[in-house]
Nanobody, 112 residues
């Protein structure tokens, strides 16, 4: 079992920045973030593996940066140049022994 605890969501104006963090209860393989906007399916935002190889969804390339600290079992999402389209609940995930684990979600709201 892996427990994930997220922090850092909130309300920000368009063009602003937010930083999301997620702490895992143990070391994991892949970590990353998904998001789900009202009325939409959950979608991938960014992933990073233990070798710190990053991958990003097209809508956030060049604006968001994902990073991880394997010594602290944490993954961070730095979100810059936010737009109202980024408004969603953001979920941290991690994989371990082929299983996926999810955080409880943190709300990000971007006002225009």
């Amino acid at each position: 079992q892996v427990q994930l605890v997220e922090s850092g969501g909130g309300l920000v104006q368009a063009g602003g920045s937010l930083r999301l963090s997620c702490v895992a209860s143990r070391s994991t393989v892949d970590m990353g973030w998904y998001r789900q906007a009202p009325g939409k399916q959950r979608e991938l935002v960014a992933t990073i593996d233990r070798l710190e190889i990053e991958d990003y969804a097209d809508p956030i390339k060049g604006r968001f940066i994902i990073s991880r600290d394997n010594t602290r079992n944490t993954v961070t999402l730095q979100m810059n140049f936010l737009t109202p389209d980024d408004t969603a609940v953001y979920y941290c995930y991690a994989t371990y022994l082929g299983q996926w684990y999810w955080g409880q979600g943190t709300q990000v709201t971007v006002s225009s």
